[in-house]
């Protein structure tokens, strides 16, 4: 949710929602679209750093 695929807490998304979601983060890292968190989707995850901006952003999508 902190990437801005989507913006629900994880607990409040349906998982079709989430699958999407990830089938969207790996095509954008060039990963085969399969919408399962295998190893190298949860390795670029991981290594991601949000700018405080960025961070401001999805913070304000989330209380809209």
């Given amino acids: 949710a902190e990437v801005g695929y989507f913006t ?3 607990n409040e998304v349906d998982p079709k929602e989430v699958e999407m ?3 969207s983060f790996q095509k954008d890292i060039g ?3 399969t919408g399962q968190l295998d190893e ?3 390795k670029t995850l991981n290594s991601v750093k949000l700018s405080s901006r960025r ?3 999805i913070k304000a999508q989330q209380c809209q």
């Fill in 8 to 10: 629900k807490n994880l």
């Fill in 21 to 23: 979601a990830l089938k």
């Fill in 31 to 33: 990963a085969s679209q």
């Fill in 40 to 42: 190298k989707t949860w």
């Fill in 55 to 57: 961070k401001q952003q």
